[in-house]
């Protein structure tokens, strides 16, 4: 007696299910499919994940716009991760405005970037989860929870670029100088990561049955490709160098001493900077109340002194309407061991700690003699005194007369940076160094006897370096404390920097980066090369995959007997059996020709 209809649909769909569990645990690796869906989607069940059919798109209309929105989160959220970290050199700045506007000191900076590192780092494993699903030709679903996660992303990198952007706008000229010594890195970066995106664009474009999406896929990727493969023919770098082209490491000159290792603008903190190994040092002076010039960088008290337990109610007072014995009463390193303001405490001796606490603001004369004492070049800013000040307009001769008789240093030391009545200043002290901020031309320069150029970091250029080296004039740059800034300011030539980081730099052997032609040459045509080669033989093994390599056998073309044309096979004999219509269970898939199928299969009579 034969079997019901019924019975025969039903062994139909069982050696369907079996065929298809055999296919999904031969091919898909499930433990790493479920673990990659999982924590894309939460799809830890087989049954709630689905593969893309050969000709099908990768998901749908949402999902499609989700990846979308993911990939451009991730690269705002690259853009910002790299733009503050490249920013960490003036980091101490951002801190302190901070201060200025709140009250209170805390490392803003350092929590901006590990909260942009965090997002970047959620951000980024979600679209390596997403490459790898596809890698697998799987369906994106992203959970709703995730793509919370990726607005507050988005939405934190566009508020944060456009913040800094508008409060620090220079910051983006030192992601442009960054560039100049990460470049060659950021290539061989890029060329890699378009390498390895091959292999799930590969799937999928062989997988597509229309031939617009395969042009719009390939033309794109093919733009990128090209694009990163001929970027270092527009880069410029002054640390890709001959060999023996390389000039001596720029002089040091400490940025009010060494305010890392001890409290700004204080004895202890040239004597660091002097220890270090500093060639120089930089300070800035305010004329006191009743006429003695003394270090202050900040127009009040606040920040750096006990004022507000001294003089509580001038808080806010301008420096300059204090006293020399007002003055000697406060203290000026407590706020440096209670705030540790670059985080550098931990790194000092107890007897660091217990001098750095007592430090007391120092008056002009004294830095001049200290610096006398170890033969140190000085620069200095000069705080002209508020109106009603009875020094405001005696100002620069009061200070002229601390250099010439109430110091012992050599006027060549000096150099002298106020940019006003320079005539008066060169015909009562000759001998100093006389220092402009202002790029100007050579002729003007010269003409006020500038022996020496003042320049913020971000107007570096090697070449207008070169061109006043060339009339003797010297050019100094500041503030530089990170390594990579100091390595770019070496390559371009430099003659000096300003820095609050003696002890750091200078134990900077040679600059980082540093290269010869013939090494980039190298390593950018060797990885564009290696890169090119692998993209083609991932392109051919997902042709042949997908397509199956033809091979001829006399007169009769058959296809390799692999193993994955043996899935073909058995992938077409799944499509073929679910084209039975099964009550509740309604599927659609392409019937392959020429291929029995097990619905033919005929029961013999019991």
Same mark, same amino acid.
């Given at each position: 007696?034969?079997?019901?209809?019924?019975?025969?649909? !039903?062994? !139909?769909?069982?050696?369907? !299910?079996?065929?298809?569990?055999?296919?999904? @645990?031969?091919?898909?690796?499930?433990?790493?499919?479920?673990?990659? $869906?999982?924590?894309?989607?939460? @799809?830890?069940?087989?049954? @709630?994940?689905?593969?893309?059919?050969?000709?099908?798109?990768?998901?749908?209309?949402?999902?499609?716009?989700?990846?979308?929105?993911?990939?451009?989160?991730?690269?705002?959220?690259?853009?910002? *991760?790299?733009?503050?970290?490249?920013?960490?050199?003036?980091?101490?700045?951002?801190?302190?405005?901070?201060?200025?506007?709140?009250?209170?000191?805390? =490392?803003?900076?350092?929590?901006?970037?590990?909260?942009?590192?965090?997002?970047?780092?959620?951000? $980024?494993?979600?679209?390596?989860?997403?490459?790898?699903?596809?890698?697998?030709?799987?369906?994106?679903?992203?959970?709703?929870?995730?793509?919370?996660?990726?607005?507050?992303?988005? &939405?934190?990198?566009? &508020?944060?670029?456009?913040?800094?952007?508008?409060? +620090?706008?220079?910051?983006?000229?030192?992601?442009?100088?960054?560039? @100049?010594?990460?470049?060659?890195?950021?290539?061989?970066?890029?060329?890699?990561?378009?390498?390895?995106?091959?292999?799930?664009?590969?799937?999928?474009?062989?997988?597509?049955?229309?031939?617009?999406?395969?042009?719009?896929?390939?033309?794109?990727?093919?733009?990128?490709?090209?694009?990163?493969?001929?970027?270092?023919?527009?880069?410029?770098?002054?640390?890709?160098?001959?060999?023996?082209?390389?000039?001596?490491?720029?002089?040091?000159?400490?940025?009010?001493? $060494?305010?890392?290792?001890?409290?700004?603008?204080?004895?202890?903190?040239?004597?660091?900077?002097?220890?270090f190994g500093g060639e120089g040092l930089e300070t800035d002076v305010t004329i006191s109340y009743d006429g003695v010039p003394f270090l202050m960088h900040d127009q009040n008290l606040k920040r750096t002194t006990n004022v507000h337990k001294v003089f509580p109610n001038r808080t806010r007072e301008l420096a300059s309407m204090f006293t020399l014995g007002e003055l000697e009463t406060l203290n000026a390193g407590e706020w440096f061991i209670s705030g540790d303001p670059f985080g550098t405490k931990a790194s000092l001796t107890v007897k660091d700690r217990v001098s750095a606490k007592n430090q007391s603001i120092m008056n002009l004369s004294d830095f001049l003699n200290q610096a006398a004492t170890h033969r140190k070049l000085v620069m200095f800013n000069l705080c002209r005194?508020?109106?009603?000040?009875?020094?405001?307009?005696?100002?620069?001769?009061?200070?002229?007369?601390?250099?010439?008789?109430?110091?012992?240093?050599?006027?060549?030391?000096?150099? +002298?940076?106020?940019?006003?009545?320079?005539?008066?200043?060169?015909?009562?002290?000759?001998?100093?160094?006389?220092?402009?901020?202002?790029?100007?031309?050579?002729?003007?320069?010269?003409?006020?006897?500038?022996?020496?150029?003042?320049?913020?970091?971000?107007?570096?250029?090697?070449?207008?370096?070169?061109?006043?080296?060339?009339?003797?004039?010297?050019?100094?740059?500041?503030?530089?404390?990170?390594?990579?800034?100091?390595?770019?300011? +070496?390559? $371009?030539?430099?003659?000096?920097?300003?820095?609050?980081?003696?002890?750091?730099?200078?134990?900077?052997?040679?600059?980082?980066?540093?290269?010869?032609?013939?090494?980039?040459?190298?390593?950018?045509?060797?990885?564009?090369?290696?890169?090119?080669? *692998?993209?083609?033989? &991932?392109?051919?093994?997902?042709? +042949?995959?997908?397509?199956?390599?033809?091979?001829?056998?006399?007169?009769?073309?058959?296809?390799?007997?692999?193993?994955?044309?043996?899935?073909?096979?058995?992938?077409?004999?799944?499509?073929?059996?679910?084209? &039975?219509?099964?009550?509740?269970?309604?599927?659609?898939?392409?019937?392959?020709?020429?291929?029995?199928?097990?619905?033919?299969?005929?029961? =013999?009579?019991?």
């Open positions: 007696m034969g079997r019901s209809p019924s019975t025969l649909t !039903k062994l !139909k769909l069982g050696k369907l !299910k079996v065929v298809r569990r055999q296919l999904l @645990q031969r091919y898909e690796h499930q433990p790493f499919i479920s673990c990659l $869906a999982g924590l894309y989607g939460c @799809q830890w069940k087989r049954y @709630q994940r689905a593969r893309v059919q050969p000709g099908e798109c990768c998901c749908n209309k949402l999902e499609c716009s989700s990846f979308g929105i993911l990939i451009v989160t991730f690269c705002l959220s690259l853009v910002f *991760l790299y733009f503050w970290s490249e920013a960490q050199n003036d980091y101490n700045d951002f801190d302190w405005f901070n201060y200025d506007k709140l009250g209170y000191w805390f =490392p803003w900076s350092v929590v901006l970037l590990v909260v942009a590192a965090v997002l970047f780092t959620y951000v $980024a494993l979600l679209l390596v989860l997403a490459i790898c699903l596809l890698s697998e030709g799987q369906r994106l679903y992203l959970h709703w929870s995730h793509k919370i996660g990726i607005l507050v992303t988005l &939405v934190f990198s566009i &508020v944060a670029i456009t913040v800094l952007s508008d409060l +620090w706008s220079k910051e983006w000229t030192t992601l442009l100088l960054s560039f @100049q010594v990460t470049a060659p890195y950021l290539h061989l970066g890029g060329v890699t990561a378009v390498t390895v995106l091959s292999w799930p664009i590969a799937l999928h474009f062989c997988r597509m049955n229309k031939k617009v999406r395969q042009v719009l896929i390939m033309g794109v990727y093919l733009m990128v490709l090209f694009t990163l493969y001929l970027v270092p023919l527009g880069m410029y770098s002054p640390c890709i160098k001959e060999k023996g082209t390389l000039g001596p490491p720029p002089a040091l000159i400490g940025h009010r001493g $060494a305010p890392m290792l001890a409290p700004e603008n204080t004895k202890m903190s040239f004597a660091k900077a002097i220890e005194p508020p109106q009603h000040h009875p020094y405001r307009d005696s100002w620069i001769n009061r200070t002229l007369e601390v250099i010439r008789n109430e110091s012992s240093i050599d006027p060549s030391l000096v150099l +002298w940076l106020p940019n006003v009545e320079r005539s008066l200043v060169q015909d009562l002290i000759p001998g100093m160094q006389q220092t402009s901020e202002e790029q100007a031309s050579i002729e003007k320069l010269q003409e006020n006897n500038i022996v020496k150029l003042n320049l913020h970091y971000s107007q570096m250029s090697a070449k207008q370096i070169r061109k006043y080296a060339a009339a003797n004039i010297t050019t100094n740059l500041y503030v530089i404390s990170q390594p990579w800034l100091y390595s770019l300011a +070496w390559c $371009a030539g430099a003659h000096s920097v300003t820095t609050n980081a003696v002890q750091i730099l200078k134990n900077l052997s040679r600059p980082l980066f540093l290269m010869t032609p013939h090494e980039y040459n190298l390593m950018w045509i060797l990885s564009d090369v290696v890169s090119a080669v *692998l993209i083609v033989v &991932v392109f051919v093994f997902h042709w +042949w995959r997908e397509r199956g390599l033809p091979c001829f056998s006399g007169s009769r073309q058959t296809h390799e007997n692999g193993p994955y044309s043996k899935f073909r096979t058995e992938l077409s004999d799944v499509w073929s059996i679910s084209s &039975v219509d099964v009550p509740g269970e309604v599927r659609s898939f392409h019937t392959t020709p020429n291929l029995s199928t097990i619905s033919e299969v005929h029961e =013999p009579p019991v």
